[in-house]
């Protein structure tokens, strides 16, 4: 007499939320996990996307003390508040601070597009955060007549931290499918 494994409802439901589960992990990692960040030689300007951290700055400073670019550009938030840290304000200084709108990632975008149509500008390096990469990338290149290189600066996450990051930027890259670039 052969026994038969019968399986409970139950059991295939957590199993196959587990397995979903996982592979969305696995596909998220090259995407907000290990992003490629572009590796510049020069550029007009470097644009600091929000929110504005100290990584993101350290590393926009970076570039600019590197001669890798000629100017500094900051996202401020929608409340118009100055971008300080440790002491510094950044937008009482020679550098340019600008207020998105839509507070969104293509509103900085076709902000940008704005400033470096005014400026002259046509090599434009975006500096954001290590699980916006690849999303900020997309809507730059597809959203920008100028050349579009995204910098990573470095972050680190916990694991719920992480496990929001894959939320927000997978909404906001179907978000960005659907709604697509502003007008100017």
Not at 79 to 84: A, I, K, L, M, P
Not at 108 to 119: D, K, L, T, Y
Not at 162 to 176: D, I, N, P, R
Request: hydrophobic share 45%; with cysteine; aromatic share 8%.
């Amino acid at each position: 007499m052969t026994a038969t494994r019968q399986f409970r409802p139950g059991f295939v439901v957590a199993s196959s939320a587990v397995l979903l589960l996982a592979a969305g992990v696995v596909a998220g990692l090259p995407l907000y996990v290990f992003p490629v960040s572009d590796d510049i030689d020069h550029v007009d300007v470097v644009v600091v996307l929000g929110p504005i951290d100290q990584e993101r700055l350290w590393t926009a400073e970076w570039l600019i003390d590197h001669g890798r670019a000629d100017a500094l550009v900051l996202s401020v938030p929608p409340d118009g508040s100055s971008v300080t840290v440790d002491g510094r304000d950044y937008c009482a200084s020679t550098k340019l601070c600008f207020i998105a709108s839509p507070s969104t990632t293509r509103g900085e975008v076709s902000a940008v597009e704005g400033i470096a149509r005014r400026e002259g500008w046509t090599d434009i390096a975006y500096v954001t955060g290590t699980a916006h990469v690849s999303r900020a990338r997309w809507i730059a290149m597809s959203c920008s007549t100028r050349s579009v290189a995204v910098v990573e600066a470095r972050e680190n996450r916990n694991p719920a931290e992480w496990l929001w990051s894959y939320v927000y930027q997978t909404a906001g890259f179907l978000k960005a499918a659907v709604v697509g670039c502003l007008d100017d």
